[in-house]
């Protein structure tokens, strides 16, 4: 009986975790699969990475992303950002255009309108949080760190957009 009491707590779970995420442990377990999340902590680091580098939401939904820097180095050589891309935008371009704006957290204004959502430049262990509305078109949505140098050295990842 008590096995069948987990297993049916564990269904529950799986069955909850589709809609809301069974806590943030949950999430964080499930980064790397295909089940969509609501809430999502993505760390960047001094070898430019992003983990996880991918994750799937759920089209319409209020995703909140928080960003954490877990490098050491300082932001002046070793910044990093989070821009997620609108679908068809190609990640090398927008990073060379977006270069030159510094004061602009590393956006070309030219691509403003091509960004589903971004974070700020951040510094070592600093973290920020955003909230932004899915799309409402399924598909592969990129993200990248637009600091000079980081696109190009593939910090980058895919946000999933399921119906
Ligand atoms: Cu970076």
């Known amino acids: 009986?008590?096995?069948?009491?987990?297993?049916?707590?564990?269904?529950?779970?799986?069955?909850?975790?589709?809609?809301?995420?069974?806590?943030?442990?949950?999430?964080?377990?499930?980064?790397?699969?295909?089940?969509?999340?609501?809430?999502?902590?993505?760390?960047?680091?001094?070898?430019?990475?992003?983990?996880?580098?991918?994750?799937?939401?759920?089209?319409?939904?209020?995703?909140?992303?928080?960003?954490?820097?877990?490098?050491?180095?300082?932001?002046?050589?070793?910044?990093?950002?989070?821009?997620?891309?609108?679908?068809?935008?190609?990640?090398n371009a927008f990073a060379a255009a977006s270069v030159g704006f510094p004061q602009n957290e590393y956006i070309a204004p030219q691509f403003e309108n091509r960004v589903i959502a971004a974070t700020t430049v951040l510094g070592p262990g600093e973290q920020e949080t955003i909230t932004f509305i899915a799309p409402a078109t399924p598909g592969e949505y990129p993200f990248v760190c637009s600091f000079p140098g980081h696109t190009q050295a593939r910090m980058v990842g895919i946000m999933i957009v399921i119906p």
């Open 1 to 91: 009986m008590k096995t069948l009491l987990s297993l049916f707590t564990l269904f529950l779970c799986i069955s909850l975790s589709l809609n809301t995420g069974c806590g943030k442990n949950g999430d964080a377990a499930m980064a790397e699969t295909d089940t969509p999340v609501t809430e999502i902590t993505i760390t960047g680091d001094d070898r430019m990475r992003f983990a996880p580098t991918r994750f799937t939401v759920r089209a319409g939904h209020r995703i909140t992303l928080t960003l954490d820097n877990i490098g050491r180095m300082p932001k002046e050589s070793m910044g990093h950002n989070l821009v997620i891309l609108d679908q068809g935008v190609a990640p």
